[in-house]
C-alpha cells in the first residue's frame, strides 16, 4: 500500500525524534548502575583522598555506588585521556586540577582538547600554596627573603619535577621579583621538603596540605600563602599581598569534568550530588582536616568551573610558554 507523502514526513520526523527522546528517558532514570570516577594520579595521594571522600558522599546522594578508578601516567594526561574517550551518559566521571586542566595544556601535545572535550561539573575544594625556607635562611619575612636572594649567587629552589604545581609558582615568583633562581627538581614535593629541611636547599613552594606538619613542628619557616585570603590552616602565615608581593596567587584548585556531550539533566545530578557534598558539615570537616578550603556555593557550579578554567589558561598558559617550560 502506497503512504502519502504526508504519512511519510510524519514518520520520518517520528523516527528521528525517538534518539532524542531515548536520551531523555536515559536521563531521567539515571543513575541506573554504579558511576566510575577517574583519578589520573597514584592511590593515596591528595587527588586520589579527596575523590575517595567526594565519591562516598555521592554515591549516598544519586543511590549508586561511585568507584574511583586510580589511572596514571605521563603527569596526568593518561587519566583524562580516558574520560575524554569514554561515552557521554555519565557512568565515566574524571577529577583533575590546575595541572592537569590547564597546565598541561601549555606543557604537552594532548589528544584532547581540554575545553571542548570536556563538560564541567563542579568546582571542589582547593589548596593554596605556601612559600617556605629553610629554618637556617637568615630572612625573617617575605621583603626580606626576595632582598636576601638578590644578594645571593643563584639560591636553590626545590621543585616536583618539570611542570609541576611548585616549579611553575617558582617561575611566576622570579618573574615577578627579578631574582635569579636555580631550581632543583625531584621526584614529587616530599624528597624535595626533606632536603629543604636538611637545609641542602633554600626555598620552595608547596601545598599547604602538605607544608603544614612540618609549618607545625618548627622545621621550615613560611613566608607567605598564596592567596587572596589567609589559610585556616595556616592563620598566622600572611597572604602575599599582606606580606608585599600582590598578585601572586596560585591556587590548585580541583574539579570534576564529564566527557562533552553529557546530558544536561545528568550534569545537574551531578553536580548536586557534588555540592551536596560539599554543604556536608561533617565532609567539610574532613576538607578542613586536609587543608582543603571548599568554595562558596556560587563558585561551585559548572559554569563557574568553566569560567575558572578559561581565565586560569588565559593566565598561565602566556607564563609558561614565556619561560619555555616542556614536558622531558
Given amino acids: 500500500m502506497k503512504r502519502s507523502r504526508r504519512q511519510f514526513l510524519r514518520i520520518a520526523a517520528g523516527a528521528a525524534a525517538l534518539p532524542a527522546l531515548s536520551r531523555t528517558a536515559a536521563a531521567q532514570d539515571y543513575p541506573a548502575r554504579p558511576v566510575t570516577m577517574i583519578v589520573p594520579f597514584a592511590a593515596g595521594g591528595p587527588t586520589d583522598e579527596l575523590a575517595r571522600l567526594l565519591a562516598q558522599h555521592m554515591g549516598r546522594t ?20 580516558r574520560v575524554a574517550r569514554a561515552p557521554s551518559d555519565g557512568y565515566t ?3 583533575g586540577h590546575w595541572s592537569t586542566h590547564v597546565v598541561n595544556g601549555a606543557i604537552y601535545a594532548l589528544p584532547y582538547d581540554l575545553l571542548g572535550d570536556f563538560t564541567p561539573v563542579a568546582l571542589l575544594p582547593s589548596n593554596p600554596m605556601l612559600l617556605v625556607s629553610r629554618k637556617s635562611l637568615p630572612a625573617k619575612d617575605l621583603n626580606a627573603l626576595i632582598a636576601w636572594m638578590k ?10 619535577g618539570v611542570g609541576s604545581g611548585s616549579h611553575i609558582a617558582g617561575v611566576y615568583f622570579q618573574d615577578l621579583t627579578g631574582a635569579s633562581l636555580q631550581f632543583v627538581p625531584y621526584r614529587g ?7 629543604l629541611i636538611a637545609g641542602r636547599i633554600d626555598v620552595m613552594f608547596d601545598q599547604v596540605s602538605e607544608a603544614i606538619p612540618r609549618l607545625h613542628d618548627g622545621s621550615i619557616r613560611a613566608y607567605a600563602v598564596t592567596a587572596r585570603t589567609r589559610s585556616a590552616a595556616a592563620a598566622d ?31 545537574a545530578k551531578l553536580s548536586r550530588a557534588a555540592m551536596g557534598a560539599m554543604a556536608d558539615p561533617d565532609m567539610q570537616k574532613r576538607f ?12 561551585q557550579t559548572p559554569e563557574a568551573l568553566a569560567t575558572l578554567q578559561r581565565a586560569e589558561i588565559q593566565k598561565w598558559w602566556p607564563i609558561i610558554k614565556a619561560a619555555g617550560i616542556k614536558a622531558e
Avoid at 614535593?189 to 632536603?195: K, N
Avoid at 599582606?242 to 564529564?258: D, K, R
Fill in 237 to 267: 602565615v600572611p597572604t602575599v599581598d599582606e606580606a608585599g608581593l600582590q598578585g601572586l596567587y596560585i591556587n590548585i584548585w580541583y574539579g570534576l569534568w564529564a566527557p562533552k556531550g553529557t546530558p544536561r539533566d545528568v550534569i
Fill in 288 to 299: 578542613a582536616d586536609l587543608s582543603l578550603e571548599v568554595p562558596p556555593p556560587e563558585q
Fill in 93 to 95: 566521571l574524571g577529577i
Fill in 151 to 160: 644578594s645571593n649567587a643563584r639560591p636553590t629552589i626545590g621543585t616536583a
Fill in 189 to 195: 614535593t616530599d624528597p624535595a621538603l626533606l632536603d
Fill in 62 to 81: 544519586l543511590g549508586q555506588n561511585v568507584m574511583v578508578e586510580d589511572v596514571t601516567g605521563a603527569a596526568g594526561t593518561i587519566g583524562v585521556g
